[in-house]
């Protein structure tokens, strides 16, 4: 929500109170402001000029040059590239020496010969973003209306002047969707007066209800529904006044009467629609539901179909507009409008949410119906647009509103002990200063011995229970004021459990080695909810999902991952090592809590390293990824454990992935990512790691044990076995260590070899064996005799043969 400073001061009285210091105190109260916007304070010397001549430049057929009265004893020479600069037009002007946003500095210049002395400025080279600005404005000058005078503070004129609020609203204060709601909020902080608008339009002879009737179908959907009508209307550009507000409220102004209800909009937090009643068709108004397949084109001039779970208004036959959302191409205001009809509805904020979502329609109304709107005022904005469309569009307002449907207006009553209070704040606070509090926020209250009973206001739909009310008081006796205390008793200092330590060690590890820690959405599509899952499970769907791309619960760290793989790579950041710890959630079946378990996952691409000056560097690999996993295995205990096979899960490449084992159960995957992905992603060459953390740091470890450096030297042999190519290294590794028995300290793999004078279907695999006794120096013989038994087991059990 945007507030502007200049707009709030109708309502409340904010002399004393600069804007950064209301931002404060308005944060300081439970509503987050994020941050207070001041256009004009980086811009100077920007006056309104009156264009007193244009002619076309003598060298250039895109410039114009214009004699311009900026307020000085002698008009200025402009030349202005804008193809809408005419003669007679109220222009804003920066002067020479003027600065626009970006510290942008207007200079004396000569453009193809002719001498420029300023700048004539669009609405965007001062700072109102192309989406606000008027559309006949969007390209081009900006010009004022004729009651500007020149020399005159053109920043003042357009309320660039002014600071801007920006409220982050919680979805329980929908109150402060409107500038009296925001008005009501600071006059309870400051403890003054609210100065609320009194619409009381001058009405004709002629009653609304001879001009339309309204039906309500759907009361559920529609329990209240309010209409005016405003006769013989002239379309034309609001005030400016009206127009920089709205601007400066987010929303793009278009014409009078539409500007209007966008400013009631902003004004009361009642959303509102103008029809032009002589384009309805009928005199009948209809709510209903829509039927299955309905089709209604949309102000956007979009055709939608509509469905039985969506409310339209219609003229008792076909749609004219979208209840809540948006309304119809067929009825909108446009330059030849004379008749309006004023729409003031309440809607249910489920019925709009639905359309809204459907139609993938979002709007300031629709985001009022959802939130909730003030019953009370569904009236009181109705005849303010009836008020203002006489004052600004020149309208005759009709008698009377036509009303259907009736709702509840109920103000609801809560009750707290002071005692309660009390205890829940830990203050000792007395009654009158609670009745104090509730006095400037305007509840009425009675009080009953030690229980006071708050009769809440329609526009404060938050305040239910007793809990409630105990906020208001926390936020306006002030956050700051509630006492700090020690927790009573033996104290005892905290400290990281097991798991939390081996969590802190795992990312120590994994930054130490280069890689960066990334924290990516546990909500995805449905499409990668399943994607690289170790448990494959039916998804866990969100019941009120916010989008279709967040609809459902992960399975597996690694596709957004791979998203931010992604993204740096198309910033060239071709070298990306990311990591997340993060849970995952396993679906347990229906109406039962999922499962959540933590996992480790990683991705890294590019080069692992790389020394320009050395003439060195290395691309990631298997290999890499693999050793970083062995290093984080050491690293937690569990290095003589984990184990690697040959795996070919779903996404990953055939040839370079393998399982990861936790004494022989699996915990996780190793690999590269397949190549057509990586291609439908537009990510390089990546290799990824996904592992079941939890399962990896709860699982039990011996005492670390410590070994005499070895006194007696080892004795090694080097061993090349013929196999057949499918015979997997590590299993002739396992071979080996169990003939070697203990006298065999260390195995590795120090080359493999396929190709010429190696018959087909055969490989040649080279071990490094390592022989040493901790008591005493082997002899030849003794290692003689264990490395026979080893090719023996070799042969016998692997069909290994000793490479000739």
Known sequence: MFVSYKWLAQYVDLSGVTPQELAEKITRAGIEVEGVETPASEMKNIVVGYVKEREQHPNADKLNKCLVDIGEDEPVQIICGAKNVDAGQYVAVAKTGAVLPGNFKIKRAKLRGEESNGMICSLQELGIESRLAPKEYAEGIFNFPNDVTPGEDALEALNRDDAILELSLTPNRSDALSMIGVAYEVAAILDRDVKLPEPNPAEADEKSADSISIRIDAPADNPLYIA?????????????????????????????????????????????????????????????????????????????????????????????????????????????TVNVLIESAYFDGQIVRTASKAHVLRSEASARFEKGVDPSRVQAACDRAAELMADLAGGTVLSGSVIAGDLSMEQKQVSITLEKLNTVLGTDLQMDSVEDIFRRLQFETETVGSEITVTVPTRRGDIAIPEDLTEEVARLYGYDHIPLTLPEGAVQPGSLSPYQLGRRIVRRYLEGTGFNQAITYSLTSSKRASEFALEQR???????????????????????????????????????????????????????????????????????????????????????????????????????????????????????????????????????????????????????????????????????????????????????????????????????????????????????????????????????????????????????????????????????????
């Open 228 to 336: 005016r009508v405003v006769k013989n209307v002239k379309i034309g550009p609001s005030p400016l006044w009206m127009q920089t507000y709205l601007m400066n409220a987010g929303v793009r102004p278009h014409n009078n009467v539409v500007d209007i209800t966008n400013y009631v909009l902003m004004e009361y937090g009642q959303p509102l629609h103008a029809f032009d009643l002589d384009r309805l068709g009928s005199k009948e108004i209809v709510v209903r539901r829509a039927a299955d397949g309905e089709k209604f084109v949309t102000l956007d001039d979009t055709e939608r179909t509509l469905s039985s779970d969506q409310l339209v208004i219609t003229d008792g036959k076909k749609p004219v507009a979208l209840a809540g959302v948006m309304g119809g191409a067929n009825s909108e205001v446009h330059e030849g």
């Open 538 to 804: 039916e998804p866990v769907a969100l019941s009120m999902p916010m989008s279709e791309e967040r609809a459902f619960l992960r399975q597996s760290l690694l596709p957004h991952l791979i998203e931010a793989a992604a993204y740096n790579n198309a910033r060239q950041m071709a070298s990306v090592a990311l990591y997340e710890t993060s849970s995952i959630y396993l679906n347990e079946g229906e109406n039962v809590q999922p499962k959540e378990e933590e996992r480790l996952a990683g991705v890294v691409t590019g080069m692992w390293h790389e020394h320009l000056w050395q003439g060195e560097k290395k691309a990631v690999d298997f290999f890499t990824v693999k050793g970083i996993v062995e290093g984080l295995a050491a690293r937690i205990g569990l290095q003589d454990r984990l184990t690697f096979q040959k795996a070919a899960p779903a996404g990953f490449h055939p040839g370079r992935t393998a399982e990861v084992l936790l004494d022989s159960e699996p915990v996780g995957f190793i690999g590269q990512l397949h190549p057509s992905l990586a291609k439908e992603v537009d990510v390089k060459e990546a290799y990824l790691f996904e592992l079941k953390l939890d399962v990896m740091l709860h699982a039990a470890r011996e005492d670390l044990s410590y070994a005499a450096i070895p006194r007696y030297p080892s004795i090694g042999r080097d061993i090349a076995l013929v196999v057949d190519s499918t015979v997997e290294a590590a299993a002739l590794e396992a071979v080996i260590k169990h003939a070697g028995g203990s006298l065999l300290t260390s195995v590795r793999v120090f080359d493999v070899y396929e190709g010429q004078r190696m018959e087909e279907g055969k490989k040649s695999v080279a071990f490094a064996l390592t022989y040493a006794d901790p008591e005493k120096t082997l002899t030849d013989e003794e290692v003689t005799a264990v490395h026979e038994k080893v090719l023996i087991a070799l042969k016998e059990q692997a069909d290994a043969e000793l490479r000739g």
